[in-house]
């Protein structure tokens, strides 16, 4: 089993930054994936960025430009570095990673408990 810890939520003005974080421990096999998802009120959970164990990153087009993602595979953590934040980006924001056990092989899903952004004035 594959524990997720998220920090770095809170509250910040309309063109501020937040840094979330997210570190993995207990049983890990091999991370591959690695992203931050978020789910406003009465919306669907989306896709924010992603990256890759060797670093290929991709964007919501919603973000591009203003987040960056990035992980520290020593430490089994990611990051959501985001800047000029919009009010639209209220929202949970969940860490979510893949975890593969090539002896299988098998993937194993994990995601954090969230962590909550609000952009207000």
């Known amino acids: 089993q594959v524990q997720l810890v998220e920090s770095g939520g809170g509250l910040v003005r309309p063109g501020g930054s937040l840094r979330l974080s997210c570190a993995a421990s207990?049983?890990?096999?091999?991370?591959?994936?690695m992203s931050w998802y978020r789910q406003a009120p009465g919306k669907q959970r989306e896709l924010v960025a992603t990256i890759s164990r060797s670093g290929t990153t991709n964007y919501a087009d919603s973000v591009k430009d203003r987040f960056t993602i990035s992980r520290d595979n020593a430490r089994n953590t990611v990051y959501l570095q985001m800047n000029s934040l919009k009010p639209e980006a209220t929202a949970v924001y969940y860490c979510?990673?893949?975890?593969?056990?090539?002896?299988?092989?098998?993937?194993?899903?994990?995601w954090g408990q969230g962590t909550q952004v609000t952009v207000s004035p």
């Open positions: 207990g049983y890990i096999f091999s991370i591959s994936a």
């Open positions: 979510y990673v893949a975890d593969e056990d090539k002896a299988i092989p098998v993937t194993n899903d994990y």
